[in-house]
């Protein structure tokens, strides 16, 4: 049990040094394994929006009026909600083609939408600007390339000791060790 925990450590500490901290500080093998591999870091179309909901098609319709008149939204919060009653919600920001607080049905182009309902809610976008799909920078893929390197120098740390180490494996102790198992 001793010899099993300090085997354990010993591993622990080499993949630690070997691929762990490698992946983490080794800034020149990120973004060369980026470079190599920009096709799985992609945006998909985005827009730059603001959308607008209530659970009150009246409150939705008022907030439209005053988007369309070039209204700030805090101009129109502060019509439409009340100190009681939150009526309108607005949340702000760039949101990729399937996001999921993108509504069903709004249409990834300039301007202000048309009013959808999604359950007992009711929306609408004002969207500033569409962005097109494109490959994103390293500094906003550079989590998912980090783990990506890491699982990467992981297998090619695995086939190098493969081809340094020739495993056999004594069926007859395997055979043994299930029928145990199975008991």
Same mark, same amino acid.
């Given at each position: @049990? ?7 450590? &010993? =591993? ?5 040094? *070997? ?15 980026? =470079?190599?591999?920009?096709?799985? $870091? ?9 959308? $607008? ?10 907030? #439209?009026? $005053? /988007? ?15 100190? *009681? ?9 760039? $949101? ?34 569409? #962005? ?5 920078? @390293? ?13 990467? &120098? *992981?297998?090619?740390? /695995?086939?190098? =000791? ?10 007859? /102790?395997?055979?043994? /060790?299930?029928?145990? =198992?199975?008991?």
């Amino acid at each position: @049990l001793m010899n099993e925990y300090r085997e354990g450590l &010993l =591993l622990f500490d080499l993949m630690e040094r *070997e691929i762990w901290d490698r992946s983490k500080t080794d800034t020149i093998g990120q973004k060369q394994f980026y =470079l190599d591999n920009q096709i799985n $870091y992609q945006w998909k179309q985005r827009i730059v929006t603001d959308i $607008y909901s209530s659970t009150n098609k009246k409150d939705l319709l008022e907030a #439209l009026k $005053y /988007v369309k008149k070039k209204k700030s939204i805090d101009f129109i919060k502060e019509k439409i909600n009340t100190k *009681e009653n939150v009526k309108i919600m607005v949340q702000s920001g760039t $949101y990729e083609e399937g996001d999921k607080i993108i509504p069903i049905g709004i249409p990834f182009v300039n301007g202000v939408s048309e009013v959808v309902q999604v359950g007992d809610y009711y929306f609408f976008t004002n969207t500033s600007n569409v #962005l097109p799909a494109q490959t994103k920078d @390293l500094t906003e893929a550079k989590g998912r390339v980090i783990n990506d390197y890491q699982q990467a &120098l *992981e297998a090619n740390w /695995v086939n190098e =000791l493969k081809k340094e180490v020739t495993i056999k494996v004594n069926k007859e /102790v395997l055979e043994s /060790v299930k029928k145990q =198992l199975k008991k």
